[in-house]
């Protein structure tokens, strides 16, 4: 079994940073890309993609992350990151890691997300 556990969120000032980490455990062969989802609040079924990186360290990022928000990744420790800073309002939601995972004597790759955790932006 292979799973996902984010961590680092939390309730945060406008201007404020936090930190996100998501580190995977099982019987994992190797991770490809890796990304984070954002669910907006009172929004159940949507979430909006914020920022993708590879295996080999392409990243990309939403129009509105780029410039406030960075994406890195420790493939020693099959682990991905995602830094805020200049937080908003508007970031606000549940944060979802996600990876394309290589299983242990499994052929291709599976799609696995993260639990999610709370990013709270006051005004």
């Known amino acids: 079994q292979v799973r996902l556990v984010e961590s680092g969120g939390g309730l945060v000032q406008a201007g404020g940073s936090l930190r996100l980490s998501c580190v995977g455990s099982g019987e994992i062969q190797s991770i490809n890309t890796m990304a984070w989802y954002r669910q907006p609040p009172g929004k159940q079924h949507e979430r909006e993609l914020v920022?993708?990186?590879?295996?080999?360290?392409?990243?990309n990022y939403r129009d509105s992350s780029k410039g406030r928000f960075t994406i890195s990744r420790d493939n020693t420790k099959n682990a991905g990151y995602l830094q805020m800073n200049s937080l908003k309002p508007e970031d606000t939601g549940v944060y979802y890691c996600?990876?394309?995972?290589?299983?242990?004597?499994?052929?291709?790759?599976?799609?696995?997300w993260g639990q999610g955790t709370q990013v709270t932006v006051s005004s």
């Open positions: 996600q990876a394309k995972i290589v299983r242990l004597r499994f052929s291709g790759q599976f799609d696995v």
């Open positions: 920022a993708t990186i590879t295996s080999s360290g392409d990243i």
